[in-house]
């Protein structure tokens, strides 16, 4: 058995990770374990790509890790009961799957015994935080080296250094910095870094490709999607794919996130998230529908603070799992199908139907005429509802 150091290096492909296999097994004679966490933004051949890729680079062991569908169990479905948008515009797509990817490669170190943690996260954004955090809660007692950020690297340097170890590869893509997942793909780099520009078609990687309207239907049980189009799916997973390749065929989904970083300087990303925008705008719809003011008034704040919470790593606080728990329990009457209509670069809903729509119960219809009470009801029920602001107005004097 080798006696040499072992460090587990949560592992991409990408350059900066490229970058940390050679330089990892340089600087510190250690064995270098690669590992991946698949939560759904890589096929059979990418994976198998990758892990060829981590091998010519030096990696001594190579570990895909098969995530997706806890990621949807323990992560995504409650960003869809809590129609989650971060600053009402981005639906998590990287961040919740950072945190969980962290969760996966922290545990895994454990079980094989690691001396060391490493990953490729830059110095200026979240993902350095979310991994850090995540590997001081579950694995305290090991090292966390961050050659990237330790170094200030520009991806330049990162290229030179990895043309120089005889690993020469094509980075002409590197000018954005582009994460594909189940709930959505990130694009960072070039004018993401202004504040004025947008950016151009070729920066997303699903071009536009329909033009003419279709409308689609989407259909819910206990707030989870269930089927599409009349079509009933086995997995929730396999109709986000479905309805991901729908919606990115007319381009829907872009957008540019700007919030405030973890570390407290403002970011902006763009993104490309065709099925969770439908699913998240689908699913708000049919809850106007199927729950009470005050279930929906109470979601919005804890779904608010939740998104917040995992969007800044504190995926492990015990109060994320309180929440959880409410967000479950509003969802037994949401249920129901949803009617999409797709255009380039944008969707409207159409309507619902659902057997638990509040708008069909026999006690009349808005605007229109009463059935469970009269006019005299509501003139004193009106008279009782302005006790409370006449008697302030009485005893203030005001006008």
């Known amino acids: 058995m080798s006696n040499k150091k072992k460090i587990v290096l949560a592992f991409s492909g990408g350059l900066d990770t ?19 966490v698949n939560t759904g933004g890589f096929d059979r051949k990418e994976l198998a790509k990758i892990e060829e890729h981590a091998y010519n680079l030096g990696s001594s062991k190579h570990q895909t890790l098969q995530k997706t569908d806890d990621y949807y169990t323990k992560v995504i479905r409650f960003l869809i009961f809590g129609n989650v948008l971060k600053n009402n515009t981005y639906p998590l797509s990287v961040s919740s799957e950072r945190v969980f990817q962290a969760v996966a490669i922290a545990n895994y170190a ?17 993902d350095q935080v979310r991994f850090d955090l995540i590997f001081n809660i579950i694995a305290p007692e090991l090292d966390i080296i961050t ?21 020469e590869m094509d980075w002409s893509d590197a000018k954005y910095s582009i994460n594909k997942g189940l709930w959505g793909t990130s694009v960072g780099g070039a004018e993401t870094l202004t504040s004025d520009q947008p950016l151009p078609e070729e920066a997303y990687p699903s071009p536009l490709k329909k033009k003419e309207p279709q409308t689609i239907s989407l259909e819910f049980e206990n707030g989870e999607p269930t089927g599409l189009n009349g079509e009933n799916y086995d997995t929730p997973i396999k109709l986000i794919r479905e309805l991901e390749a729908i919606g990115s065929s007319y381009a829907i989904g872009r957008d540019i996130h700007v919030g405030d970083t973890i570390i407290g300087i403002k970011g902006r990303v763009g993104f490309e998230a065709a099925a969770a925008m439908l699913i998240i705008k689908a699913h708000e719809q049919l809850e106007k529908h199927v729950l009470a003011k005050w279930q929906l008034y109470w979601k919005d704040q804890l779904a608010e603070w939740y998104g917040m919470m995992l969007h800044e790593g504190q995926y492990l606080d015990p109060v994320m799992r309180n929440i959880e728990a409410f967000l479950e329990d509003t969802q037994s009457t949401v249920n129901g199908t949803v009617s999409i209509k797709l255009h380039p670069y944008r969707f409207e809903i159409e309507g619902i139907t659902s057997p638990n729509d509040l708008m069909n119960a026999k006690f009349g219809d808005y605007g229109e005429m009463n059935n469970a009470w009269s006019g005299k009801d509501v003139r004193g029920f009106a008279k009782i509802l302005s006790n409370q602001i006449s008697i302030h107005q009485s005893v203030n004097n005001h006008d």
């Open 147 to 167: 050659p990237i950020r330790d170094q200030q690297l520009s991806r330049e340097e990162e290229v030179a250094f990895l043309n120089q170890h005889e690993i």
């Open 110 to 126: 454990l079980e094989v015994g690691a001396d060391a943690i490493a990953h490729g996260s830059t110095g200026a954004g979240n």
């Open 18 to 36: 490229s970058y940390c296999v050679p330089y990892l097994k340089q600087q510190h004679q250690a064995e270098i374990h690669t590992v991946l």
